[in-house]
Structures are given as structure tokens and as C-alpha cells.
């Protein structure tokens, strides 16, 4: 971790601005830029704050540099970044993209993805990463210049496509249910919470119904007033707090959300460990069956029913002539395989070790994290009713004085 | 005319200050000097060819003289109920006699037979004959005594008795009437205060009720929400190894907290909710015995507008005239004593039911 970029830089995003300008097809859009500071991390001695180095990027420069780092890492499991829609809002958040709350909380969400890039040992290390974060001008053509779209296999997008793998790794088919479950069970949960949050919110405001009703009772009152008018006042108080206590959960939903398309992230690797295994078994499947051409024409006997086999029987065996070159043509060919197939082994191996790693780390990362996650969620409920505590506790002492 | 006897008997000719007197009725009010314990319960249904109808056994035990016995169970249904209610209303026009649950209710979805529906107007005629049994003049009247002791046939002879409907419809009919004829011009001004205080308090009770009835079924849904929201947890439990105890944990907190969120709605059900009910129905009581008191007041003035017309027959009119005034007097003595009784109770009412709401809150967020 010693090399990490997080150690020797500060990160932070700490900006957002709303731009208009012409995108690629020339028409008028209104986009948000965020503003990315950087600095040195001197050594405390020195004692002087290097200077800071600021750029602008839009989310879809977020992107690119992300889909670049899924496609040159593909045994990594990327981080991943904040949601591109308002996903799960319940009724007062609002789903715009322009809404302030909404770019808030995609600012520290950005803020915090390249945070992870940044103390990730092997993606920090990217020259292009570092472009990203220091250089302004230029940097999408540098990342397309790496040519990495061509590298990315269109297959993994395809999601719902099947292959059929023979000897999988028993860990990475876990992995992958694994990865689907999680999926599953948090934006479930995201859904849920956000119906729970809606209600919470319902009942706390018709409180506050009762602060008004209150008050204008305790206008005819003489000596019940002064009980009603201050116990109402708590009533708008009670109302009030729950902006506060759902403003909090929001962070905890988005601190779940992340790893909620971590597990995307995750299910990438395992798709890939899948796509090779299967691209290995293709090509042993097809080195054996040139192997067996091979013999058959050496030898002269058909040990498999082959179309080729019967129509030679039935239009007349080839000159020794043909047979010749189509063997050598063949055994070139099965040499090449061969090596292919050696080298792809060997890749097959060093993925999954170095996949393998990386997903150890994750885990590491992913239990802590939501260990921490779940109970500062404890913490905050506490709290909440703490809040409550207090509110009625005064409620009931001006009731009683009424 | 037993009645109004009676009513002489708490009427202010010899002055008695209204704060005593509300000392007096509060004293009574307290359960170590009653002398007659009333419950309503036990419903039951009865089938007939005509009809299905509840009735709810009534027992009173009561160590006064007056009865004959010491304890006493009647079934009653809610027609006699009502009975009741309108021979009171009859006998003591200006007294605020407690309200009755409604014939039926017509919001939401709740049946004629349904438990809940049951049970709710199960307490509230409970409460209802308590109420009449505290007040200091309601205690003694006749027809009560009759509801509380009387097996169903001496009953429904003992209703056949007395004014018949239609005088009872000429008398609300005439009422109705005499309130159309505009504003009572010789409305003393306490009572024009006690029609203002009616009016702006009736409005604010009614969006309490409204309001409490809404954060009732918002903290049920809320409820609903939370019990789908705990076993998603529980289930991802299963798929963590490191994580899963703090995934149970949470889930069973949750499970904790929507017990603990029942229990508060059953307190709201409860307490508030009926209390802020009866002070509804209260407020639309109490306007109308300000109607009626006007309606006294302007039998007398009508009078006294038309002695003014003919001096002859003075004499004559006088002695009217001198019983009207009595009984308007009775009639604004009797209401202003009950007024603020009423009120006293009121106050004690509302700041227990809150006081309560707030302490069930408390108990729900300690939980």
C-alpha cells in the first residue's frame, strides 16, 4: 500500500457547476462540470501546503476513464461509479439530474471513486488515471490512442448470453451467484427503505398539523393555552427533524448503492474468467479435431463419421498429391494451436490468480465497509430516537400543565 | 315537572360562587365518592325475523337508598340508548348531556356487525352512562334509573308512556323554528361568548380528530413497510459469512421496533382517538343546547313583546311571564354550571389523553 497514489496525492472533488454547450452533434445541452483539486502530500516537517492543481471533468469523462479501466484490468474489480439516474427516490427527493441535492451526493460519490482508484495497489499505477487527474486538455484522445475499445470483448456486454463452460472454477461460479444475490438483495432492500423513508416522513409532517391546529386552539383557551401553544411549538419541532434524520439515511442508501454496482463490477471479472475459459475450450476442442484430421488423412482410416469422409467415399478417394498438402496445412495449423493454446493456458492461470487476489481484497474491503455502514445506520436510528426522546418529553410537560 | 324540581334545587337563589361549585363537581367526579358503578359489555347478536340487533349487558352496583336492590344486569340495545338520550334531553334542555356513539358510521369500511365496530361503540356507551352517572343532576333522573333497572318488557311499557314521537318531532320542529327566527336579541353576553368559544372550538376538534385519524393510518402503513423491510435482511444474512451477525442483528431490531410501533398505535386507538371522538360529537351537543337555551329565552321575549301590546290583560300575562323568566333564569344558571363543568372535564380529558400520547411516544422510542 506503500505506493499507493492516495498516500502521495490529496484527492478531492470539490465542485459542481452547471455548463451549457454544443455536444458532439452540435445541439445545446446543459451538462454538470465538477471540479477535481489535487495536491501533493508533503511530508509533515516540511510544514508549507504544496499549491493545489485543479481541472474540470463532466460524468461522461468519469465514464470513459472507467470503461478504459474495466477493459485494461479486466481481473480487477473496478470501482464502480455513483448512479447515472436518481434510482430509488421516494416521494420528496426528486429524480432530476439537475437537483442540487442529486449533484451533492454524485459529487461525493465521485469524489469517493476516484479515492478507491487511487488506493487501489495496481490501478493507481495507471498512466492514464493520472492523466485524468492532472492533465486537462487532451485526455480523451490520449485514452482513445490506447486503442482500448478494440481490446474490450463485446461479449461481456452481452449479458444475457450463455456459454457453455465445461470446467469452470468452482470459486468463480460461487462468485458469481454470489455477486447476483447481493444484486438482488440490495436494490430490494434500496426499494424497501425508500417506501419506509416515504411513510416516516408522512407521519413526522402530520404532526406538525397538530403545532397549527394547536395554536389556534389556544387562542379561546384561557387556561389550558399556554399548555397548548408551547406543546404545539414542540409538535413543529418533532415535524421538522425528520429533513435532518432522512438527509442522513440518504447517505447510508448511497454508501449500499455503491456496493450494489460493486457487485456489477464483481460480476464483470467472474464473466470474463468465463468468456476465457471457454474461448481455452474452444480452442482445445478445435486443436483436437484438427489433430484427428490430421490422422485420418495419415492413415487413410475414418474412425468418425465425417460428411468430408462420405463424400470422399462417394466421389472418389483425393490424389496422395492433395493429401500431402492438406496435412501439412494441418500440422502448421496444429503447431499454432498448440502454442496458442499454451499461451492461453498460461493467461487462463494468471487470471484467475491475479483475479483471485483482487477479489480477496474486495472482500476484505466490502465486509468492512458495510460493517461500518450497518452500524453507523444503528447509530443514526439511536439518535433518531434520542431526537424523539427529547421531543416528547417537552410535549409532555407542557400537556400536563394544561 | 320532577325534574325541573330538582334542577330548582342547584339553581343559584342563594348565590353560590362557580368556583365552588366546580370544586364540588370535581370532588364528585372522583371515583371514592361514587355511589354507582356502571359497565356495559358482552355483546351479543339476536337474529329475528324482521331484524339483527346487538344488545350489551348493563350492570350497575350502587349502595344508594333509592334503589332496591344493590346490583342490577339489563340487557339493552342501542335503540334504548337513544331513548335515553332523548328523555333527558327532554328533561333538562340547557343541561349538556353526554354525547352517544353514531348510528352508523359512514367513512372508511368498517360494517354495522364488525368486532372493531363493536367493540368501539361497546365503550363508548359505556362511557356515555358513566358520564351521566357523575353528572350531579343527570344521576338522579327517573328515566335513567328506569334504563338501569328495569327487565325489557317494564321497559318498553314504561317507553309507550309519556309525550309520543310526534310532540317530540312538534318540540324539535318548533325549536328548529324559533333558532331560524335570527339572532336572540336579549342574548346575555356570556352566552353570545360561549356560541363564539363553540363555534372556533368545534372547528379546531374536528381537524384534530381528522389529523389524529390520519397519523394513525400513517403510522400503520409505516408499520407495513417495516415488517417487508427487517426479513430482507435476515435473507441477505445468508449469503454473508463476516457480515451476517450485523445483518441478523439489524433485522431483528427492526422486528423489535414495528412490536414497539404496535404497541403505540393500540394507545392512539385507544385513548385519543375515542376522546377526540366524544369531543366532536360534544361540540355539535353543546351548539345545540345553545339552541335551545335561545330558544327559551325567546319564547320569554316573545311574550314580553306581546304584554307590551296589551295592557289589559296584564295580570294575566305576568304570571306567564313571571314563570318564563324563572325558567329562562333556571334554564342559563343550569347551563352556565354545566358549562363549566364541562369544560373542567374537558381540560382534564384533553390533558391526560395527550399527556398519554406523549408517554406512549416516549415508550415507543425508549423501546
Redesign the interface.
Known sequence: MEDCLAKKMEITVSEAEKRTGRNAMNIQETYTAYLIETRAVESQSEGQCAPVDSLWRRYSEFELLRNYLSVTYPHIVVPPLPEKRADFVWHKLSADNMDPDFVERRRIGLENFLLRVASHPILCQDKIFYAFLTQEGGWKEMVNETGFQLKADSRLKALNATFRVKNPDKRFTELKH?SD??QS??S??LR??A??AD??Y??YK??G??GR?FS??S??EK??GD?LQS?GHHMDVYAASIDDILEEEEHYADQLKEYLFYAEALRAVCRKHELMQYDLEMAAQDLTCKKQQCEELATGTVRTFSLKGMTSKLFGQETPEQREAKIKVLEEQIQEGEEQLKSKNLEGRDFVKSAWADIERFKEQK?HD??EA??S??VM?ISM??K??QV??N??EC??K? | EASLAEVNSFSPSVPISPSSMINQYKFEDGPELRDLFITVDDPESHITAIETFITYRVVTKTSRGEFDSSEYEVRRRYQDFLWLKNKLEEAHPTLIIPPLPEKFIMKGMVERFSDEFIETRRKALHKFLNRIADHPTLTFNEDFKIFLTAQAWELSSHKKQGPGLLSRMGQTVRAVASSVRGAVKNRPEMFTEMSN?ME??SQ?IN??DK?AH??YK??R??CN??K??GP??T??SA??E??AD??K??AS?IDRCCKAMEKRMAGLSENLLPILHEYVLYSEILMGVLKRRDQIQGELDSKVDALANKKTEKDLFSEEIGKLEDKVERANNALKADWDRWKQNM?WD??ST??NV??N??R???E
Open positions: 454470489y444475490e447481493l438483495v440490495i430490494h432492500l424497501v427503505r417506501r419506509v411513510r416516516l408522512g407521519v402530520v404532526h398539523n397538530y391546529v389556534e386552539w387562542a379561546i387556561e389550558m399548555g406543546a465486509n458495510l460493517k450497518l452500524i445506520y444503528a436510528q430516537c434520542k424523539g426522546i416528547w418529553t410535549a409532555k400537556f400536563s394544561m | 368559544y372556533t372550538f379546531k381537524l384534530l389529523i390520519r397519523i400513517e403510522e402503513d409505516y413497510e417495516m417487508e423491510y430482507i435482511h435473507l441477505w449469503s454473508e463476516d457480515i450485523s445483518l442483528g439489524i431490531c381540560q384533553m390533558r395527550f399527556t406523549a408517554e411516544n416516549l415507543f422510542y425508549e
